[in-house]
Nanobody
């Protein structure tokens, strides 16, 4: 499975971005996808996850501002990010695994994208 993340960029605080993660290669009958991020000098952290049947879960820091969604026909997952803050600045990574639930820990995912950089200026 290959994951291609895109959509990062530079945005002012309060602005919005939408990240995309397109999957190709092996397909699963059901799969879950998550977004993680890593800021400079910090460990990678969980952001959001979505299950095969659209259950979602968010980190407290993004709850109410970010929305994860998926288009199964396109094998693509999105992360809509609104009301961005400078502390959201990080490389954002998408991850995928087979399974019907959602997953919030790095070690639970088998496949990772290359990351896309989001920079929020104050």
């Amino acid at each position: 499975v290959q994951l291609q993340a895109s959509g990062g960029g530079l945005v002012q605080a309060g602005g919005s971005l939408r990240l995309s993660c397109a999957a190709s290669g092996r397909t699963f009958r059901s799969y879950a996808t998550g977004w993680f991020r890593q800021a400079p000098g910090k460990e990678r952290e969980f952001v959001a996850a979505i299950s095969w049947n659209d259950y979602t879960y968010y980190a407290d820091s993004v709850q109410g501002r970010f929305t994860i969604s998926r288009d199964n026909a396109k094998n693509t997952v999105y992360l809509q990010m609104n009301a961005l803050k400078p502390e959201d600045t990080a490389h954002y990574y998408c991850a995928l695994r087979g399974g019907a639930n959602y997953y919030t820990r790095e070690g639970e995912y088998d496949y990772w994208g290359q990351g896309t950089l989001v920079t929020v200026s104050s």
